[in-house]
């Protein structure tokens, strides 16, 4: 299985540089039904047509912290950025994370100072832990990490967005689902971001079920396929967690006929990953699968996703759930009637 099967020509005027305006349900929704393979334009809004009592939607209940920050090197006054991905360890002077650190000439021993007018860190970069990533070190108590990162961090837009005019304080409104609880993740689960609280109502009231599971976005969502073939890629691990009480009820909803609806491709991801012999177990664990076209889906009936990128992990996942052709004929038909693309963009539901 090669990763340029999974390559397709995108408008860059397609992907979306901002959240639409207005409701976040009046984006845009393709509808794939994968067996009859048919496709129907319609809107957000249009999803309790489409959804029915029994059924049961899984959402990711992460919530993205201000994981980005942006400094100068101690010794030169060089721009640097740190990208915290996951806490490591705690020690006696500060709290290790693996990150991306990007700037000129990062070497190891380097100390970044990242401040405003009233709060001040010092960071220190330490050896590589993957081609991508370095262990690096924050100078702060654990307890007081998340103050420092209210006032200093940013929120970690993808790097794809370059329009963005959002000031900071409405952006971390915006890059957030309306459900979001459990901080930990450096990306947004997406697909969410297209429903309001009125529409979650709307749902439940006409017997839909909900569900909440945890994962934390990480680098295994994101990161780009570079190997040629797509089994040689290596998925990050991002933690997972499925309580005792969504997994009976989302069981409980299997048993009885109804479908399980991930929200978003992380969703899938955890769902899989904690289903045995198609029963879904609860725990917590770090997760690496890698769902590509040939894997046997054990817990998921639909799901509501946003449009990816090329050759993305994303854009493999979900032609392993619908079929590399009809997607890449729906990708099509995505562009030719210009959806919205990725993170900002619009969404499909496939049943």
């Known amino acids: 299985m090669k990763t340029a099967d999974?390559?397709?020509h995108l408008p860059a005027n397609l992907i979306a540089q901002k959240p639409i305006a207005g409701a976040r349900d009046l984006s845009r929704l393709m509808v794939l039904n994968k067996n009859q393979q048919t496709i129907?334009?319609?809107h957000f809004f249009d999803l309790c047509s489409y959804v029915r009592s029994g059924d049961i939607l899984v959402f990711n209940n992460s919530k993205v912290f201000?994981?980005?920050?942006?400094?100068?090197k101690q010794n030169t006054g060089g721009k640097i950025e740190v990208f915290l991905l996951k806490k490591i360890t705690t020690t006696k002077t500060g709290v290790v994370w693996e990150a991306l650190v990007g700037g000129k000439h990062v070497a190891t021993g380097q100390k970044v100072v990242i401040k405003d007018q009233s709060w001040e860190l010092l960071i220190e970069i330490h050896e590589r832990l993957s081609p991508q990533t370095r262990k690096v070190t924050l100078f702060c108590l654990e307890e007081k990490l998340?103050?420092?990162?209210?006032?200093?961090?940013?929120?970690?837009?993808p790097p794809y967005i370059h329009q963005m005019s959002l000031p900071e304080s409405e952006l971390r409104k915006k890059y957030q689902t309306v459900y979001a609880k459990h901080e930990g993740s450096v990306a947004?689960?997406?697909?969410?971001?297209?429903?309001?609280k009125e529409l979650l109502q709307k749902l439940k009231d006409q017997g839909v079920n909900i569900a909440y599971i945890t994962l934390h976005v990480g680098l295994g969502t994101f990161a780009p396929v570079k190997v040629d073939d797509v089994l040689k890629h290596h998925m990050h691990s991002e933690y997972a967690v499925v309580s005792p009480a969504s997994a009976r009820l989302i069981n409980n909803a299997k048993e009885k006929g109804g479908r399980v609806i991930a929200v978003g491709t992380t969703s899938v991801r955890t769902l899989e990953s904690f289903s045995q012999n198609g029963v879904l177990q609860s725990g917590e664990k770090w997760t690496n699968i890698f769902i590509t076209p040939g894997y046997e889906f054990q817990c998921v009936h639909g799901m509501i996703t946003n449009f990816h990128l090329p050759k993305s992990t994303l854009f493999m996942l979900v032609c392993a759930f619908a079929g590399t052709d009809f997607m890449k004929h729906a990708y099509a038909e995505a562009i030719k009637n210009k959806y919205r693309f990725y993170s900002f963009g619009d969404a499909m539901l496939i049943l």
Do not use: M, S
């Not at 998340?146 to 837009?157: C, D, K, M, V, Y």
């Open 66 to 72: 201000p994981a980005r920050l942006v400094g100068k």
């Open 146 to 157: 998340p103050e420092f990162l209210e006032h200093l961090g940013q929120t970690p837009i």
């Open 188 to 196: 947004a689960p997406t697909a969410g971001f297209h429903f309001t």
């Open 6 to 8: 999974f390559d397709f």
């Open 40 to 42: 129907v334009d319609k």
